[in-house]
């Protein structure tokens, strides 16, 4: 069989192991961390760092592909593996994804809009740019954030910006204006070795503390904007000349044009309904793209709300398992901490027949 190398052993390479499993293939992991979820289920963990020269040159002598379940690894190490053996998403996916304001300036370039940004690399430059954004905006690091970390949202012109720069670590920043949304949606698009593109139904997410909470699937959008949505998938995988699955997150304003927030090059959490409500998940779909085979159907026959488990949501799960209309899925993590994403649960109903 055919063997596929992941860089990342959390829970996106586990369940990308578990579909990769189902169609033959199989999983080498490259995660230093020992006891990580994918660990389970892969065929062999390499226990090293993820630009570590050796442990790079054994994965790409034992793979015949190399992919990854995080947006963070490093550009040098996937042309390091590029050069030996095919590796999607393109190290040029990385690129665009991995710097807030490289991302922007990417989307903006794909003739997509995105919030107005400044770079800030100064105290003063914060000061000056909020100033132009009068007063509000939502600064970020520009590298490493996730699930809201790393940012600071300044609400109005009361919110002073005092030692703002410094809180952040001193490292470079954004600064974005800030977007009064009326919902955020995102999509799960795939893209083959022959350029087809597939798109899953875009999906309406709430946040919780910065983390997400639900994904609701058919979106409350009209059809122009998840077209909209889906031409920009197109726009962002055809630029990058992508194999693989991404995750693209927008806000929706009350006039349901699209706002593009940041693009993922893998699979992505609002993405974990498609398990239920899909004949062909989200992570199928990118071992099919990456091993260049045919695209799997992605239209949903459900509608759906995938809740994660996050923290203590974890002791829920009894109580989940006893429900006819839910499936549940949890990543293996022996113990739960307030914040870690321990599982999801996925609740389907009729698809409604108006829903785009
Ligand atoms: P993720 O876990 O999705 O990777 P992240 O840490 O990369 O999150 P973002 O997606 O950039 O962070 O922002 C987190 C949330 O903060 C967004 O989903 C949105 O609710 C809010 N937010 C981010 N940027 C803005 C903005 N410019 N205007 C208004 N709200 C924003
Ligand atoms: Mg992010
Ligand atoms: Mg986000």
Redesign the pocket.
């Known amino acids: 069989a055919a063997t596929i190398g992941i860089i990342g052993g959390g829970q996106l390479g586990r369940m990308l192991a578990i579909a990769a499993a189902r169609l033959n293939f199989r999983i080498i992991i490259l995660e230093p961390q020992a006891d990580c979820p994918a660990a389970q289920l892969a065929n062999r963990q390499i226990v090293a760092a993820y630009d570590d020269p050796a442990a790079l040159s054994e994965l790409a002598a034992a793979c015949d592909l190399v992919t990854y379940e995080f947006e963070n690894v490093p550009v040098a190490a996937a042309e390091t593996l590029a050069a030996r053996v095919p590796v999607y998403p393109p190290a040029k996916a990385l690129e665009a994804a991995q710097d807030?304001l490289v991302e922007k300036r990417f989307l903006n370039g794909c003739g997509i809009s995105t919030?107005r940004f400044h770079a800030i690399d100064s105290q003063a430059e914060l000061e000056a740019a909020l100033q132009d954004f009068g007063g509000q905006?939502?600064l970020?690091t520009r590298r490493l954030?996730?699930?809201?970390?790393?940012?600071k949202?300044f609400r109005s012109a009361a919110d002073s910006p005092d030692g703002a720069y410094a809180a952040l670590g001193g490292v470079p920043l954004i600064l974005?204006?800030?977007?009064?949304?009326e919902r955020?949606v995102s999509i799960i698009a795939a893209r083959a070795t022959d350029g087809a593109v597939v798109c899953f139904d875009p999906a309406e997410?709430v946040?919780r503390n910065?983390?997400?909470h639900t994904s609701t699937v058919p979106a409350a959008i009209p059809p122009a904007t998840a077209d909209a949505a889906r031409r920009s998938a197109e726009k962002i995988l055809a630029a990058l000349n992508y194999v693989g699955v991404i995750g693209i997150?927008f806000?929706v304003l009350a006039d349901g044009s699209l706002?593009a927030?940041?693009m993922?090059p893998r699979v992505h959490?609002?993405g974990h309904w498609t398990e239920a409500a899909c004949v062909v998940s989200q992570f199928e779909q990118h071992i099919r793209a990456v091993a260049g085979l045919p695209l799997g159907n992605a239209e949903r026959h459900s509608d759906c709300v995938m809740q994660n488990l996050i923290g203590d949501d974890i002791l829920a799960v009894p109580d989940w398992l006893r429900r006819a209309d839910t499936l549940v899925h949890l990543y293996g993590k022996s113990e739960w901490r307030p914040g870690r994403k321990m599982g999801h649960v996925t609740t389907l109903t009729p698809k409604s027949p108006i829903s785009p």
């Open positions: 807030r919030a905006g939502v970020k954030g996730y699930d809201g970390k790393g940012q949202v974005e204006s800030f977007i009064a949304f955020e997410n946040h910065g983390i997400l997150e806000f706002i927030n940041e993922a959490n609002s």
